[in-house]
């Protein structure tokens, strides 16, 4: 509705673009010559990403495995209808289209394989819906968070799929990327800066090599903030806050100095001073 009444209402006057920022990890098959893994990896992300993006990107509607699954589980749990919710057609023609951008919010990456039988246990959970297995390897670096983990390549692979799922024409903005370090002083933060070296390295592969329309790119975040539910315990910005202090001052890390010669030279070049894997 927001979309439709900026569309109808104020984009002739004001000439301004609406879109939403959704967040998704990226799914990647545990092996990718097995084609059961390959389709549980798709699946888990129609599941999630998709759950939002379809209706809006594709068809107004959710994806078809989504209610063939949730369809099938509801009758076998003993329920008379589906408990996947339907759109009305005047909604899906509501929905369908209503977008501009497609906003991602990436962080890492986790490995999948299909879960070999359908889960139609009770009680229901979206969690087993899927019949998927994930989990993350241990031999990725970790940060601050445990859900965390450093996957550059996963992020090329993210806008790959989304170019593929929704069409090549679509602007694609990168509205949060970014790593956490763990509630201390520390200023030289080389992770960060290996993270945002490295993740936007495979954001330019993604639009120079496959040529995915990668419009725009926003770290997370300009500094450190209030973290959900791990309060100020988990650190992600480019700049140390000092949240002892009724002012809190703030200063720039090691990762801001190299941000900044990322975004003066709009990528990198022989010259720049910027190291990473």
Known sequence: MAYRTYD????????????????????????????????????????????????????????????EKIARKSAAQGLASSRLPEFTEEEKDMIKGTYDFFGLNHYTTQYCVDSDQEDLSNPSSYYKDADVFRWQDSSWPSTGSSWLQVVPWGIRRMVNWIRDEYGQDIPIYVTENGVSTKDVAELNDEIRTKYYTSYINEILKAIRIDNVNVKGYTAWSLMDNFEWAQGYTERF???????????????PKASANAYAHIVADNGFNSGSTVTGP
């Open 237 to 251: 910005g480019l700049h140390y806050v000092d949240f002892s202090d009724p002012k809190r001052p703030r200063t």
């Open 8 to 67: 109808s209402t104020y984009r002739a006057s004001q000439m301004g673009e609406i879109g939403i920022a959704l967040n998704s990890d990226f799914i990647e098959p545990y092996n990718r010559s097995i084609p059961s893994d390959v389709e549980a990896a798709s699946r888990s992300l129609r599941f999630g990403l998709g759950w939002y993006a379809n209706p809006i990107f594709k068809n107004g509607d959710y994806p078809d495995i989504m209610k």
